[in-house]
């Protein structure tokens, strides 16, 4: 395991982030590097595309999973 030295506005919306999406700061930062290496890697995909990916092969049902309007 690394460190990883990050500017502090970064860290302040890491933080932020965080908080909204129900992780923690690393596990947000985490996150946002897997997708961003997931984007460079398949640059055709929308987000949405790449996050359904990732959550059906993570065994995730999202047949019985229905969009949620706020």
Excluded: Y
Excluded at 7 to 21: C, G, I, P, Y
Excluded at 32 to 61: H, Q, Y
């Amino acid at each position: 395991m690394g460190i990883v030295n990050i500017d502090d506005e970064v860290h302040e919306q890491l933080r932020r982030a965080s908080t909204a999406s129900c992780r923690s700061i690393n596990g947000q930062a985490v996150f946002w590097i897997k997708m961003g290496m997931l984007c460079e890697l398949n640059p055709t995909l929308s987000f949405n595309e790449l996050l359904t990916r990732e959550l059906k092969a993570a065994g995730v049902d999202l047949a019985g999973i229905s969009t949620v309007t706020i």
